[in-house]
């Protein structure tokens, strides 16, 4: 099969990238690390006879945290062919980034971490951001934690007619949790931009500093009691995600 | 320290609340960089009228699902002879609450600038600024009700019989190709696009509105989030604008002095190539009807807030959003004026276009010659 030039503007290279994006959050993402596409340089597709369809990318990075550009990334996005099922069948990404973890984020990440073993109260808060974009700045790394979660689910939930994004967090909740394990009840509200629709997922998220974020738990919610959309799954995400090569 | 959310207050909501008791309809106090209610925005347009005789008027053009008033602004100055027009909307979907900030920004810009930038003051002369600040009302209201209802789309019309689901897609419910591509039949669905074509109120309000004035609009614009993306006709991929050459033109200009002033990338293309396929916009049906010049903009951010593009992002966003309507506003009137600019240069190099675009050179040419033969007229 010929390998096709894509425009890096155009939608393909981006959807392509985004899932990428979704999935560098996987790797390499903590509360002061959530990883954004900034912009697509080129891009590739191969249809796989058998497969699937190949798109190769390469985009720059920026960290929300920051708001800093922190390198180039370069990714093989591997949408599996369906075999005619109208099954999800989540893509398989393999990324190397340029300078990607030369910011260091482990005094921070370890300073929160302390404080909230050390709370005599658990955290929690609803609507992050509020109606107006504010975020309180002690909530900001509850939001790019949430960020970083769902990616877990948006890079899962991804295929060639989709293009996610988080839109906000209805509410986190603090976990009891008896080791150095935190761990978060999110229900998180996503932003499917083909559909247009808000899609509501509950996550069970635990982070240490140590051993990254991972997804525990991943419930998908219907959108109201009469309008279900044949969309309805629950998933459990095992907590070691990384992708099976294609 | 670590505070609950659930206890904590944004201070600007409590400065909000007082700002708006207080400023009593004084236009020098409106502050443009916080979202503002259906309510401040109206009053906000009264007073707009109230201070700018001779310069801007309001008009009714139809009225909401829910019975509200349509207004719209009209910006020009009286030439004593027949003019050409501009049209812009915003808040065509509830949540985008980016787009009624820009159409209120973009006013003010006008009335600020309007004596001293000589250009302007031309263009004013010859043209008529049609600015509906928020089309979509019954949803703007909605989403401003609660903060579980702020990322509403649609209109608020009643379901149909067979269903349950509020509400119709407006940017799916035009007569441009209606229920084809990129729409969903399903009332649940956020892209639904209506029981039948022109279902929805508003978009009967401009269809009719801009229907009666076709000869007259030049150009159509339509403010939207998210995505920094602005767009040019068709949604459907199987058709080609016969200008598409020079929307492309014209829209990469406009990307370039959004760049220019805070350094963001817009990309430009049609729906299809850019974003999604879809069908039954306001931006098709304007150019389908004969508007040579339509562009749907996609504002802040890219996905990082989405739809709750915070407020200090309010300013920089309708700043650059400000640059790229201008930079289209400039070139429509300078070529329907005979004003010569380097662009309506760089517009007749398309005669060298590619074959499968040689019919649309041709038809740049064509309308240079019409609009030539008008005004000479």
Known sequence: ?????????????????????????????????????????????????????????????????????????????????????????????????????????????????????????????????????????????????????????????????????????????QLESQNDTLMFRYHVLLHEMVSQEIIHWKLLVSWCPAEGVKVLSAEWQPKCQHCVVPLAKTTQTPPDTSPTPP | MITPATSYKDPSAQHRAMENGQQALELNNYNYTRYHSMDEISGWMEQVVKENPGLVSSEVYGETFEGKNITLLKIGLDSGSKKKAIWMD?????????????????????????????????????????????????????????????????????????????????????????GMVGISRNCCSEIYCGPNVLSEKEAVAVTEFVGQRVGEILCFLTIHSYGQLILVPY?????????????????????????????????????????????????????????????????????????????????????????????????????????STTMTTTTMETTTAPAPRNNAALWTTLLVSCLTATTLL
């Open chain 2, 90 to 178: 915003c808040g065509i979907h509830a949540r985008e609450w980016i787009a009624p900030a820009f159409c209120q920004w973009f006013i003010k810009e006008i009335l600020r600038t309007h004596k001293t930038d000589e250009k302007l003051n031309l263009m004013l002369h010859n043209l008529d600024i049609y600015v509906t600040p928020v089309l979509n009302i019954d949803g703007y209201v909605y989403s401003w009700s609660n903060e579980s209802n702020r990322l509403w789309r649609k209109t608020r019309s009643c379901p149909a019989p067979h269903c349950e689901c509020y509400g119709t897609d407006l940017n799916r419910n035009f007569y441009a190709n209606w």
């Open chain 1, 1 to 173: 099969m010929p390998v096709e030039e894509l425009n890096p503007g155009h939608y393909p290279a981006r959807r392509a990238a985004v899932v990428a994006q979704h999935h560098l959050n996987t790797q390499h993402g903590s509360p002061y690390r959530w990883l954004l596409l900034e912009r697509v340089l080129s891009a590739t597709l191969e249809a796989m006879a058998g497969m699937g369809m190949k798109y190769n990318v390469e985009f720059s990075v920026k960290d929300a945290v920051t708001d800093q550009s922190v390198g180039l990334c370069s990714s093989e996005v591997l949408f599996p062919a369906s075999g005619g099922s109208e099954e999800q069948t989540p893509p398989h990404v393999q990324s190397s980034c340029e300078n990607l973890l030369n910011s260091n984020t482990t005094e921070e990440e370890k300073a929160l971490h302390l404080q909230l073993r050390g709370n005599s109260s658990l955290v929690s808060g609803d609507y992050i951001p509020d109606s107006f974009g504010f975020i309180a700045p002690e909530m900001k790394p509850f939001w790019h934690l949430a960020g970083v979660a769902s990616s877990f689910v948006m890079l899962k939930e991804s295929n060639e007619s989709t293009l996610y994004n988080m839109a906000q967090v209805a509410n986190v909740t």
């Open chain 2, 235 to 339: 949604g459907h991929p199987e058709i080609t604008a016969p200008n598409y050459d020079e929307l492309m033109q014209v829209g990469l200009a406009a990307a370039q002095a959004i760049k220019d002033v805070h350094g963001m990338n817009y990309i430009v293309g049609t729906s299809p190539d850019v974003l999604y396929p879809n069908s039954g916009s306001s931006r098709d049906w304007a150019r389908l009807m004969g508007i040579p010049y339509s562009f749907t903009f996609e504002l802040r951010d890219k996905g990082q807030h989405g739809f709750k593009l915070p407020e200090e992002q309010i300013q920089p966003a309708c700043e650059e959003a400000y640059a790229g309507a201008c930079s289209i506003i400039n070139y429509v009137h300078d070529k329907a004026f005979n004003i």
